[in-house]
T-cell receptor, first 112, second 113 residues
Framework: TQLLEQSPQFLSIQEGENLTVYCNSSSVFSSLQWYRQEPGEGPVLLVTVVTGGEVKKLKRLTFQFGDARKDSSLHITAAQPGDTGLYLCSLMIKAAGNKLTFGGGTRVLVKP | KAGVTQTPRYLIKTRGQQVTLSCSPISGHRSVSWYQQTPGQGLQFLFEYFSETQRNKGNFPGRFSGRQFSNSRSEMNVSTLELGDSALYLC????????????FGQGTRLTVV
């Protein structure tokens, strides 16, 4: 059983469309991070969400933390080809020995 | 300030050989973690070092080892390479142990033939 589930696994959209990707855990967590990884590069931290119900915006990216702190979503408005990449969520799970654990990721392709 | 630097970027080895990968963390960061990334398994935690001591370890065989030096630089070693060890190995640095915000290097792409 995956500790962190991300969906969908793959998303292909046209430039200008909107998209949402999801991250779900079976456990309540104290904070969650979203990363984006471009081909041939390491993941880059986008945001940390901490408070249940919290919403953070980063230009066209909107991150939301579920009220129960078991899920999070990332919404991209008017996607651009530069948004192409692998979106990863991560959190520290005590059940996993306090290791930083990553979801399987959502691969996003934005076509021009 | 300079980011996390990993060397080499690419490596090709044959089965049975051993390999050492290097990571220089962001200046002032004392925690270094290593991850293996493959298409099938995603990002998997290998180990974390802080103050020259291994503080946490993932579920990998003993062929995978690492160390950290007094300047926080870290190396990881894989002995008796297997085809399945082919992966992108990523190093991440954090200010302190257990920090959830990690800064990654570009990775070392290891291919075992």
């Amino acid at each position: 059983t995956q500790l962190l589930e991300q969906s969908p696994q793959f998303l292909s959209i046209q430039e200008g469309e909107n998209l949402t990707v999801y991250c779900n855990s079976s456990s309540v967590f104290s904070s969650l991070q979203w990363y984006r990884q471009e081909p041939g590069e390491g993941p880059v931290l986008l945001v940390t969400v901490v408070t249940g119900g919290e919403v953070k915006k980063l230009k066209r990216l909107t991150f939301q933390f579920g009220d129960a702190r078991k899920d999070s979503s990332l919404h991209i408005t008017a996607a651009q080809p530069g948004d192409t990449g692998l979106y990863l969520c991560s959190l520290m799970i005590k059940a996993a020995g306090n290791k930083l654990t990553f979801g399987g990721g959502t691969r996003v392709l934005v076509k021009p | 300030k300079a980011g996390v630097t990993q060397t080499p970027r690419y490596l090709i080895k044959t089965r049975g050989q051993q390999v050492t990968l290097s990571c220089s963390p962001i200046s002032g960061h004392r925690s270094v973690s290593w991850y293996q990334q493959t298409p099938g398994q995603g990002l998997q935690f290998l180990f974390e070092y802080f103050s020259e001591t291994q503080r946490n370890k993932g579920n990998f065989p003993g062929r995978f080892s690492g160390r950290q030096f007094s300047n926080s630089r870290s190396e990881m070693n894989v002995s008796t390479l297997e085809l399945g060890d082919s992966a992108l190995y990523l190093c991440a640095s954090s200010l302190v142990l257990g920090n959830t915000e990690a800064f990654f290097g570009q990775g070392t792409r290891l291919t075992v033939v």
